[in-house]
T-cell receptor, first 112, second 113 residues
Framework: EDQVTQSPEALRLQEGESSSLNCSYTVSGLRGLFWYRQDPGKGPEFLFTLYSAGEEKEKERLKATLTKKESFLHITAPKPEDSATYLCAPGMGSGNTGKLIFGQGTTLQVKP | DGGITQSPKYLFRKEGQNVTLSCEQNLNHDAMYWYRQDPGQGLRLIYYSQIVNDFQKGDIAEGYSVSREKKESFPLTVTSAQKNPTAFYLC????????????FGSGTRLTVV
């Protein structure tokens, strides 16, 4: 059965305190691992796509990495504006980008 | 600017009523999706469509219906058969072969009164 688990469910950090969010997945026919940011009451906003184990991508204070069974979102020296829910979504199937299976998300709060 | 527009932002439904949520995109994307989001849960797929006049059930299709008469539009009807419709509904679209996954709308929050 295809599954995605994100941990922790909630994370509180002080401004400048680096940490990592975990996404563990079991998906047949992985076609990309997607990370999104979601602010309260809004739709998710695309951050990264990773396609192969060992791949890394960076954007400002965020860096995403991928292994065969996990993905990590590393947050370096976070700021209060990084507070949001971060969603992980493995893509599966054939053809187009296909269906994404979403984890329940990690809600990050960064205090000044 | 290209994007996905969901309307209304807030919707209230009485018991026994059907309501329709609108989703329009001008990105020329082929595929469109409807997700439901409940507090503490991930997004769950309701229906998706990869081409006009064709759509498939997702994981929680019971009590919902869709149509895809135009490439730009993918409305979702929440029927009276859906016993727990209060949730945040998200529409998304994607184009085959592109690496940035889905583009999401801003969502519709449906509340049963």
């Amino acid at each position: 059965e295809d599954q995605v688990t994100q941990s922790p469910e909630a994370l509180r950090l002080q401004e400048g305190e680096s940490s990592s969010l975990n996404c563990s997945y079991t998906v047949s026919g992985l076609r990309g691992l997607f990370w999104y940011r979601q602010d309260p009451g809004k739709g998710p906003e695309f951050l990264f796509t990773l396609y192969s184990a060992g791949e890394e991508k960076e954007k400002e204070r965020l860096k995403a990495t991928l292994t065969k069974k996990e993905s990590f979102l590393h947050i370096t020296a976070p700021k209060p504006e990084d507070s949001a829910t971060y969603l992980c979504a493995p893509g599966m199937g054939s053809g187009n980008t296909g269906k994404l299976i979403f984890g329940q998300g990690t809600t990050l709060q960064v205090k000044p | 600017d290209g994007g996905i527009t969901q309307s209304p932002k807030y919707l209230f439904r009485k018991e026994g009523q059907n309501v329709t949520l609108s989703c329009e995109q001008n990105l020329n994307h082929d595929a469109m999706y409807w997700y439901r989001q409940d507090p503490g849960q991930g997004l769950r797929l309701i229906y998706y469509s990869q081409i006009v006049n064709d759509f498939q059930k997702g994981d929680i299709a019971e009590g919902y219906s869709v149509s895809r008469e135009k490439k730009e539009s993918f409305p979702l009807t929440v029927t009276s058969a859906q016993k727990n419709p209060t949730a945040f509904y998200l529409c998304a679209s994607s184009m085959e072969g592109q690496s940035y996954g889905y583009t999401f709308g801003s969502g519709t929050r449906l509340t049963v009164v």
